[in-house]
C-alpha cells in the first residue's frame, strides 16, 4: 500500500495541469509545489501524491527548513526526504554552509551528499576559501560533514590535500582529525601537529597527535581521559626518536582523582620527562618556567565529621639548567596531617592540627619530624570591631639520621605561640558623582609573643623566607613550613580604608598601610646567620582596585625606612575599554628574587578586521637590560575565516632562546589549520578576548 | 569627617538571624565557622523552610599562574587567584542574588629550591584569600538585603 | 458514481422546449437536473442526442453547480460559469472560474476538461496574467480506498416535467 500520507496539505499551482486519479498530477508552466514548509519552483514537475514523488525540471528551487537548493531535474520523494538533483547549488539556514556540485543525492532528513562539489561557510559573494571533494557528506542531524579526495582552495590557491577529512558543522565532540597545527621553531625547525581526536563514548576520548619535527624527526603523542562519576583522569605520552640529540626522548604525563568511599578520596600527579631539556625544546613559555621539579605525588585525603587528615608521597624529578644547579628538594615518603577544629564551648574556637612526615633525600639530613600544634582563641565580634585573643602551643620532634642511615639523635622544640588581633570598623556614606559608596576606616592591631629558642641546629626540611605582604603582616610566622618558628614580641599596626558600592556592597578599592614594630629584634633565621638588629619592619602600603569605568590599578610598596631602600614595589594598570580592546602594564622590583621589570601586554583593533596584540616582558637589571618573553601578533577576521600570526620568542633555563612562529588559518566551523596559540595568548595577555566567530 | 563606628543595622552581622551554608571547599568552611561568633546569628545543620537564609558555594576555583621569569626562564613569581562563585537566597527560598562571582589574587615569590615550601604558601595565600572572600561575599548579602528591606517599606 | 448513469434523468425549469425534429431541448431559469444522486443545476441547458444516441449538453450559470457521489461515497462539487458535455467523446468541459471538489481535495482553473472515460482531467489558464490553475491535495484517512470519478450527464433521454 502506498506510505501513510503525512498529515499536512500538498498545494500546487501552475498554467496548466492534467492529472489522472488519485491525484497524479502533471503540471507545465511556473509551476510551484507546496507542502508544509518545503516549497518547490519549477518550469514543469510531474507530482503523484500516493507516492509523494517529485519529478521536477528544467530549472528547479527547492526550499526546506530554511535551507534552499536550486538546479536541474529534480527527482524526490518528499516523505523519505530521498532523491537527486543534477547541478545543485545549495545554501543551508542560518549560513551553515553553501557551495555547488556536478550533482547531489539526498539521503534522508538533513542528509545530503554532494557530488564534485564545493563548501564554504563563507556568505553568498564572499568565496573566500572553498572546500573542493569527489565526495562531500553532510550531515546536520549529528553536525558532522566528511568528505574524500578533498582539497582545500583558499582565496582561489589550492592549500591543502587531504585524501580523507572530516569537519565539524558546529564545535561538537566527533571522531576525526582535527585541525593540523604549524609552526617554526628555532630550536625544532618546522613544527607540524596533525591531531587525531577519537570519540570513545560519552565519558572516554582519545587524542592521537604525530608531531613532526623538521631538525628532529616524528615524536608520536597520545593522551586518554576518562570520566566517571567516582573518577576521572588523564593519561598522556609522548615519545620522539630524536635525530638532532641523537637520543630517545618522552614525557609521561598521568593525573588521577577518584573518590574510593564515601569521605575517603585520592589524587595522583605523576610526571616524568627523558632529560633536562624536554620542556625547553617542547614545551611553551609557561611549562618553561614552571617546570623545574615535577611531582610524583599520591593523595589519600579523609574528611571526618568536623575533622579531615591526609597522606601523601611526594618525590620529584628535578630537572637542571645549564646556568645553575638546582637543588634536590626533599621527598616526603609520606606525610601524615590531621586536622579538626571541636566546638567545646560556646564562642571559643578550639584548633588541633598535627604533621608527621618522613623527609628523605639523598644529600640531606633525613629525618622524622612531628609537630602538633593545639591553640583556642575567643573572639569577640561586634558591629564595630573584633577583639581575637588567640594561644597555643607549637610542639615538635626531630628524629635525624644521615642520608646513608646512621643516627644523628633527636631534637625537640616546644614554643607557646600567644596573639592578640583587634580591629575597628568606621564608616562613612559618599556620594561620587551621584554614586552612592560606603567607605570605611579600619585600623587594626595585632600583638604576637613566640619566646625566642635557637633552631640553627635544627634542620630545614620545608621552611622558606615569604614576602612580607599584605597577608604576612599578621601571620605568625614569617617562615613558611614549620622548621623554623620566628621568635616574636611585636605589634603590628595598620590602617585599611575601602570603598563598596552601597547598593551592591562590590569592593572598588582599598588601601592599606602597615608597619610591624619589634619590641625585641628577630633572631630565628633559616640557616645560622644571624639577623640584623631592627625595631622596625620594612613600611607596607597597598592600594587597588577599580579608579575608573573599565581601569584597574594597584600599587604595592614594601619600603625600609632604616636603609631608605625598597625591598618590594610593584605598578600595574589594566585598561579594558572594550571587546579586544585591553592593555596592561607593570612594573615590579622584588629584591627578594632580583627581578626587575617592565611589563607591556595588549590586544588592540588595527583597522577594519585586523587586530593587533602583544606582550612584551622586559628585565631592568643591569645584568640584562633586554626582553626575557616577547610575543608579537596579528589577527585578521575574515568573516567566515580568520587567519592568526604570532611569533614569540623567549629565554629557556639552558641559556639560550626559544623562537617560535604561529601560523594558523581559522576556516569558519572547521576549526582551525595550523598551531592554534590562543592559550599562549590568554597566558600572556590579562583580558585578552578570541576575536573569531565559532560558529 | 563622618566617620562613625559601623552600627549594628548598617552592614554589620548578617541581614537574616538564621543561615544555612550549601556548598564545600575552603571559602564555605570559613563562612561555617565565622557565622556563629556574629552575635544573634544562627548557623542551621539543614535548610529550614521560610526560617533559613541560605548562601550556596557554587564553586571555588584556585589557578597558579607564572607572573614573572629571570633570565634564565625560570619563574620568580607565581600569581594564585581565587575565584569563588556564591549565590544567596532569603529565608522565603526567593533568590537574593544567583552566580555572583568574587575573584581575589595574590604574588609571591618563587623559591625554584624549595617547591614544598612554595605549596605551603600558595595554601596559606588562598586561606587568607577565603577570609576575605568571606567577608565580601558577607558585605554583598548585606548591602543587597538592606537595599529589599528599604523597597519593601 | 457509474450507478448513477443507469438512473432516468429529470429536468426542472421554469421554461423548456423540446424539437423533436432536431432532437434538441433547450430550459431556461432554474434549471436542475438529478441523475441518481448527481444534481447539476444551471441558468440556461441545452441538450441534445445525435442519431447514435450520444448525448450533448451545454449550460451556463452563475455559477454552474454540480453535485453527485462518487463509489467511495465520497461527494464531488463542481462549478464553472459555463460547461459543456459531449457524450461521444465523453469529455465534460467546465468554463470560466471553474473549480472541483472531492473530499478535501480542489482544482480551481479558468477551464477544467474532464475525461470520463479515461478518468483524466486537464486545468488550463487562458492566459490572462495573473491566472493560475490552482490545486490542493490533502492527505487521505489511511483506510480510505480511491474515489471514482464524477460522472455528471445523463446517458440515455431525458424528460421533460
Request: proline residues 4%.
Amino acid at each position: 500500500a502506498p506510505p501513510a500520507a503525512t498529515d499536512v496539505p500538498v498545494n500546487l499551482s501552475a498554467d496548466h495541469v492534467e492529472g489522472t486519479q488519485p491525484n497524479t498530477l502533471k503540471a507545465t508552466g511556473d509551476v510551484h509545489i507546496v507542502k508544509g514548509d518545503e516549497e518547490y519552483y519549477a518550469d514543469w514537475a510531474d507530482y503523484d501524491d500516493p507516492s509523494q514523488h517529485i519529478k521536477a525540471g528544467d530549472k528547479v528551487r527547492m526550499e526546506k527548513n530554511g535551507a534552499v537548493m536550486t538546479g536541474r531535474d529534480l527527482d524526490y520523494f518528499i516523505d523519505r526526504a530521498e532523491g537527486t538533483m543534477q547541478d545543485p547549488e545549495y545554501q543551508f539556514a542560518g549560513g551553515v554552509g553553501r557551495g555547488d556540485a556536478v550533482d547531489m543525492l539526498f539521503n534522508g532528513q538533513n542528509k545530503y551528499r554532494f557530488n564534485s562539489g564545493r563548501f564554504t561557510t563563507c556568505p553568498v559573494q564572499t568565496d573566500d576559501w572553498y572546500i573542493h571533494a569527489q565526495h562531500l557528506d553532510i550531515d546536520y542531524n549529528i553536525n558532522k560533514g566528511e568528505a574524500t579526495n578533498a582539497w582545500l582552495e583558499f582565496k582561489g590557491t589550492p592549500i591543502l590535500y587531504m585524501p580523507w577529512m572530516n569537519f565539524p558543522l558546529d564545535d561538537g565532540r566527533q571522531t576525526g582529525f582535527l585541525s593540523p597545527a604549524l609552526a617554526i621553531n628555532n630550536r625544532n625547525g618546522i613544527d607540524v601537529t596533525l591531531p587525531f581526536y577519537w570519540n570513545i563514548a560519552p565519558n572516554y576520548d582519545a587524542t592521537i597527535y604525530p608531531r613532526y619535527f623538521g631538525k628532529r624527526g616524528l615524536m608520536v603523542g597520545a593522551e586518554f581521559r576518562y570520566l566517571q562519576p567516582n573518577y576521572a583522569g588523564t593519561i598522556r605520552a609522548d615519545y620522539l626518536d630524536d635525530k638532532e640529540a641523537d637520543a630517545g626522548r618522552y614525557d609521561l604525563y598521568f593525573k588521577h582523582a577518584q573518590k574510593l568511599a564515601d569521605r575517603l578520596s585520592l589524587s595522583l600527579d605523576i610526571e616524568k620527562v627523558s632529560d633536562d631539556n624536554y620542556f625547553n625544546d617542547f614545551g611553551d613559555r609557561a611549562a618553561v618556567a614552571s617546570q623545574t621539579n615535577l611531582p610524583r605525588q599520591g593523595i589519600l585525603t579523609y574528611a571526618g565529621d568536623g575533622w579531615s587528615s591526609s597522606l601523601n608521597w611526594l618525590h620529584y624529578q628535578t630537572l637542571q639548567n645549564a646556568t645553575h644547579t638546582n637543588d634536590i628538594p626533599y621527598a616526603l615518603s609520606p606525610q601524615l596531617t590531621f586536622s579538626t577544629a571541636p566546638k567545646l564551648i560556646d564562642g571559643v574556637q578550639t584548633n588541633f592540627s598535627a604533621e608527621f612526615t618522613n623527609f628523605t633525600s639523598e644529600t640531606k639530613t633525613n629525618g622524622y619530624r612531628t609537630w602538633v600544634y593545639p591553640s583556642v582563641s575567643m573572639p569577640f565580634i561586634a558591629s564595630y570591631g573584633f577583639v581575637t585573643p588567640k594561644i597555643g602551643v607549637h610542639a615538635t620532634n626531630y628524629q635525624l639520621s644521615s642520608p646513608n642511615g646512621d643516627d644523628m639523635g633527636s631534637q625537640n622544640r616546644v614554643l607557646p605561640i600567644m596573639s592578640v588581633d583587634s580591629g575597628l570598623v568606621f564608616e562613612r556614606d559618599l556620594n561620587i558623582k551621584d554614586e552612592g559608596f560606603v567607605q570605611t576606616l579600619e585600623p587594626r592591631v595585632y600583638y604576637l609573643y613566640i619566646p625566642y629558642k635557637n633552631q640553627s641546629n635544627l634542620p630545614n626540611f620545608d621552611s622558606a623566607q615569604t614576602d612580607f605582604s599584605y597577608s604576612q603582616l599578621f601571620s605568625e610566622n614569617r617562615y613558611t613550613g614549620n622548621d623554623r618558628i620566628n621568635d616574636a614580641n611585636e605589634i603590628t599596626l595598620a590602617l585599611t580604608s575601602r570603598l563598596f558600592e552601597t547598593d551592591t556592597g562590590i569592593e572598588r578599592l582599598r588601601a592599606t598601610v602597615g608597619q610591624r614594630f619589634y619590641f625585641s629584634s628577630p633572631q630565628v633565621s633559616l640557616d645560622s646567620t644571624s639577623l640584623p638588629e631592627t625595631n622596625k619592619s620594612d613600611l607596607l602600603v597597598s592600594l587597588g582596585g577599580q579608579v575608573w569605568r573599565n581601569l584597574n590599578a594597584s600599587y604595592d610598596l614594601q619600603y625600609d625606612l632604616q636603609q631608605k631602600s625598597t625591598g618590594y614595589q610593584s605598578v600595574g594598570l589594566n585598561w579594558a575599554p572594550g571587546e579586544q580592546k585591553v592593555l596592561n602594564v607593570r612594573y615590579v622590583l622584588n629584591r627578594t628574587v632580583a627581578i626587575e621589570q617592565l611589563d607591556v601586554s595588549g590586544q588592540w583593533p588595527v583597522s577594519q578586521n585586523w587586530y593587533a596584540l602583544g606582550h612584551v616582558n622586559y628585565s631592568l637589571l643591569t645584568a640584562d637590560k633586554k626582553p626575557l618573553d616577547t610575543l608579537l601578533g596579528l589577527e585578521y577576521n575574515g568573516g567566515c575565516w580568520g587567519l592568526r600570526l604570532a611569533a614569540q620568542r623567549y629565554v629557556t633555563s639552558d641559556g639560550g632562546n626559544s623562537n617560535t612562529y604561529y601560523f594558523l588559518l581559522q576556516l569558519g566551523a572547521l576549526g582551525g589549520l595550523g598551531t592554534n596559540p590562543v592559550s599562549t595568548l590568554r597566558q600572556a595577555i590579562p583580558g585578552y578576548t578570541d576575536i573569531f566567530p565559532t560558529k | 569627617c563622618g566617620f562613625h563606628l559601623r552600627g549594628k543595622g548598617d552592614t554589620a552581622g548578617f541581614a537574616y538571624p538564621q543561615v544555612y551554608v550549601e556548598g564545600g571547599g575552603g571559602t564555605a568552611e570559613q563562612l561555617r565557622s565565622y557565622l556563629p561568633l556574629l552575635d544573634g546569628i544562627k548557623v542551621s545543620k539543614t535548610p529550614v523552610e521560610n526560617a533559613t537564609a541560605k548562601v550556596v558555594i557554587i564553586g571555588e576555583k584556585v589557578d597558579n599562574i607564572v607572573l614573572t621569569i629571570n633570565s634564565s626562564g625560570q619563574a620568580t613569581e607565581y600569581k594564585v587567584v581565587l575565584t569563588v562563585s556564591f549565590s544567596a537566597f532569603r529565608p522565603d527560598a526567593t533568590a537574593l542574588m544567583t552566580d555572583q562571582k568574587v575573584t581575589l589574587s595574590r604574588s609571591y615569590s618563587y623559591d625554584p629550591n624549595n617547591p614544598i615550601a612554595m605549596n605551603g604558601e600558595s595554601d596559606r595565600l588562598v586561606r587568607d584569600m577565603q577570609q576575605d572572600a568571606v567577608q565580601l561575599i558577607l558585605r554583598r548579602i548585606n548591602a543587597v538585603a538592606a537595599r529589599d528591606k528599604a523597597n519593601a517599606q | 458514481a457509474k450507478a448513477d448513469r443507469e438512473e432516468k434523468i429529470h429536468i426542472q425549469a421554469d421554461q423548456g422546449n423540446f424539437d423533436q425534429k432536431t432532437n434538441t431541448g433547450v430550459y431556461i431559469g432554474n434549471v436542475i437536473v438529478t441523475q441518481g444522486s448527481m444534481t447539476l443545476r444551471s441558468d440556461k441547458l441545452t441538450i441534445s442526442q445525435d442519431a447514435d444516441g450520444n448525448q450533448f449538453s451545454q449550460g451556463q450559470g452563475n455559477p454552474v453547480k454540480f453535485r453527485e457521489r462518487g463509489d467511495d461515497g465520497t461527494w464531488i462539487t463542481a462549478e464553472s460559469l459555463r460547461y459543456d458535455y459531449n457524450g461521444k467523446t465523453g469529455l465534460l468541459t467546465l468554463i470560466d472560474k471553474a473549480n472541483v471538489h472531492k473530499d478535501q481535495d480542489e482544482v480551481i482553473g479558468d477551464i477544467i476538461t474532464y475525461n470520463l472515460n479515461t478518468d483524466q482531467y486537464e486545468a488550463k489558464t487562458t492566459g490572462k496574467s495573473g491566472s493560475r490553475v490552482n490545486i490542493t491535495i490533502t492527505p487521505k484517512k489511511k483506510a480510505s480506498a480511491p474515489a471514482a470519478a464524477a460522472r455528471p450527464a445523463a446517458t440515455n433521454a431525458s424528460e421533460a416535467q
